[in-house]
């Protein structure tokens, strides 16, 4: 996560916490960060961007290496639309 400091912007960030079934639930954490413009965006279809902030869609995938998603489904995406012309 971003860290405050007194003459820098202010920081922003988002977590994602997982509630693993009983039997993973002492794997080890992992953690992985990006910057927004390292977060996929594609556009199916005119109008519609999504950006992929974990998992797969429309052939954009973000599985960090070491994090569990890749053993337990995560699809996190956010969805925009232009407004009607």
Known sequence: MPL???DGPMPSGL?????????????EPAYYEHKAS??????PSDGVSIKVIAGEAHG???RPT????QTLPVLLLTLARSPWR
Request: glycine letters at 4%; a positive charge.
């Open 38 to 43: 390292e977060i996929p965006t594609v556009t």
């Open 4 to 6: 405050f400091t007194k």
């Open 60 to 62: 954009a995938k973000v």
């Open 66 to 69: 070491g994090c569990h998603h």
């Open 15 to 27: 977590q994602l916490w997982i509630d693993l079934p009983a039997e993973k639930k002492m794997m």
